[in-house]
């Protein structure tokens, strides 16, 4: 099966699926229909499809990521590569582009408290880029663990900020995603604000080590919509992550600080200088 044809399958299959949409009528352009795919994946409540479907589902997402260039981690050059002599600076990446390019052991996904991914169609947040190329199983995994939570702590149950979730990546190169919840300034930064942006980059390294995981790449967390300084949150990102580097010893061979926007690459490039 073609690309064009896997394309043709998944609107149709995910129209039915939906309910809603069923039988909706779809202009005969791939990037129209590129755009219905994923915004029917975005909305789509937690539940897998047929084998088949999702058979489908997988090859057309890899020949996606494939197009866009998959980027091998190992071959970045390191901030000691790029002349920095600051501390860890042969354990640091800095790579300005999309996280789900990289092929690492982890990236890390900025979640929210539900922790089901985003449903708001698409949407250019990297939870939603990160679930939208992992596939329907990224969202089913959280949604499983999440019920586990929920018989063990309540109905209510959220997940707190800085404890991070590891599920698979699926269909991305990273082989897995640790989900985070970072915290949110909504008035002034303040120092427990600060504390619990510093935890995330901990816990989530913790996790690594504890799961095997010799390299990670992490998001800005908590910038953009939950509007912690850009600037203070790249300067907690390195100084936490050099801290633990220097307390856990040849834990982990690399750790990629992954930006998007040139203001963020420059706040990263200006603690190794």
């Known amino acids: 099966m073609e690309q064009n044809e896997r394309l043709d399958y998944l609107v149709k299959r995910f129209l039915d699926d939906s309910g809603r949409y069923k039988g909706m009528e779809v202009a005969d352009d791939p990037a129209e229909k590129r755009t ?41 050059p390191t901030a000691a590569d790029l002349g920095s002599t600051a501390a860890n600076a042969e354990q640091i990446i800095i790579w300005q582009g999309d996280i789900t390019r990289l092929a690492c052991d982890a990236i890390v996904n900025a979640a929210n408290s539900q922790m089901l991914g985003c449903f708001v169609p698409m949407h250019t ?26 018989q063990r702590f309540g109905e209510d149950y959220e997940q707190p900020t800085a404890v991070p979730m590891l599920t698979d990546g699926y269909n ?27 935890a995330c980059y901990r816990n989530t390294l ?55 926007k040139d203001e963020d690459k420059e706040y990263y490039e200006q603690q190794f200088v």
Request: charged share 20%; aromatic share 6%; net charge negative.
């Open 36 to 76: 219905v795919l994923r915004s029917l994946m975005n909305i789509r409540m937690p539940g897998l499809l047929d084998e088949e479907s999702l058979r489908i589902q997988d090859e057309y997402l890899k020949a996606r990521i494939a197009e866009n260039g998959i980027v091998e981690t190992d071959a970045l």
């Open 125 to 150: 947040c990297i939870d939603n880029c990160i679930h939208t190329f992992a596939g329907i199983q990224l969202r089913q995994a959280c949604a499983e663990q999440m019920a586990a939570l929920r």
């Open 172 to 198: 991305l190169p990273a082989g897995h995603v640790i989900h985070i919840v970072g915290p949110i300034v909504q008035d002034r930064l303040t120092r427990r604000h600060e504390e619990d942006l510093a």
């Open 206 to 260: 913790d996790m690594c080590l504890a799961n095997g995981l010799r390299s990670v790449a992490f998001c800005c967390i908590s910038t953009g919509v939950f509007h912690f300084p850009n600037k203070r949150a790249a300067q907690i990102a390195v100084q936490t992550v050099r801290d633990w580097l220097t307390a856990h010893p040849d834990a982990v061979d690399r750790v990629i600080f992954n930006v998007f």
